[in-house]
């Protein structure tokens, strides 16, 4: 397998420039990316605190780096993902350079290192470009070679505990839930990616309604497949959760019409601004956010 990428890389490298292939090979020869379970579970030194209390979030479905740029697109993605292609780095680099200028961000449709992403764990690919100190992976549905579909973290902040959440339904959804700042007064960030159907939905934020109730500053932010008034009549209802301001459309990318990405948050993170960008480097638009955090997030008491 890993013979077969480097001989790939050999290929790219006149495109690419020696430099960027000679190091990316060296990656995948020492095979050495981070565990595709990344840390579930694992807490963190309570000194790994919040020093500034305004940060910038961005959520964004990548669709596994394929780019997808009109319907009939899916045709050859889904044909590309059973064959042994070169990885779209240029793509690649072009998310990874997007992402580079946020503090915490949550990604969906991840692969962590199969033949569909070129055996490039994409998550450690987009943490070494732009500098994110800490990276966490969630596989959610794990189809050895063929796929290591997954939802991602990528932040500047070290959070002082993080855990993984299998939501309830068909195998293959889940949420990472983070937790920053003041322990007794934390920041909670959720990333996840919700069900198709409506019932599933249902019961998946259900699910989340319980992993948020006692906390008072949470920020929801994904792919969750259904429209802004969908979620409010949801259990999120029973929640003090809102969706950011924004009523631009995120699917699908080429020509929007469905607002299916969205970040929630609770009304005492004061939101300084939300944007839909508009780039065609997925099948989704990505979703920006930058928040004003209470001092009690930030206080160490």
Not at 23 to 48: I, Q
């Amino acid at each position: 397998m890993l013979d077969r990428a480097r001989r790939q890389f050999e290929q790219l490298k006149p495109m690419l420039g020696e430099r960027l292939g000679e190091k990316l090979s060296d990656k995948l020869s020492e095979n050495k990316w981070r565990s595709s379970h990344g840390h579930s579970g694992s807490r963190f030194p309570l000194n790994s605190r919040l020093t500034e209390n305004t940060i910038r979030l961005l959520s964004f479905n990548i669709q596994a780096g394929l780019n997808s740029k009109a319907y009939k697109d899916y045709i050859t993605t889904s044909v590309s993902q059973f064959m042994p292609t070169p990885p779209d780095l240029l793509n690649l680099n072009e998310i990874g350079s997007l992402l580079s200028d946020y503090d915490v961000v949550a990604l969906q449709e991840v692969d962590g290192g199969s033949l569909r992403s070129g055996y490039i764990n994409q998550l450690a690919h987009f943490a070494e470009q732009g500098g994110f100190p800490y990276w966490h992976q969630q596989l959610n549905r794990d189809f050895g070679r063929l796929g290591q579909y997954s939802n991602g973290l990528l932040s500047r902040i070290i959070p002082y505990s993080i855990e993984d959440h299998r939501l309830p339904g068909v195998r293959g959804r889940g949420a990472i839930v983070t937790r920053y700042g003041n322990p007794e007064s934390p920041l909670i960030v959720i990333g996840l990616h919700l069900a198709l159907g409506e019932k599933g939905r249902y019961r998946q934020l259900e699910y989340v309604k319980e992993l948020i109730r006692p906390y008072q500053h949470v920020i929801i932010m994904g792919d969750m497949n259904c429209c802004a008034d969908s979620l409010i009549d949801t259990p999120l209802r029973d929640t003090n959760l809102r969706p950011a301001a924004t009523s631009t459309n995120t699917y699908p990318s080429w020509a929007p019409t469905r607002t299916i990405d969205h970040i929630l948050v609770t009304p005492n993170l004061k939101v300084n601004a939300v944007n839909v960008l508009n780039c065609q480097l997925s099948d989704h638009c990505p979703v920006a956010i930058e928040v004003t955090l209470p001092e009690s997030v930030i206080s160490t008491g």
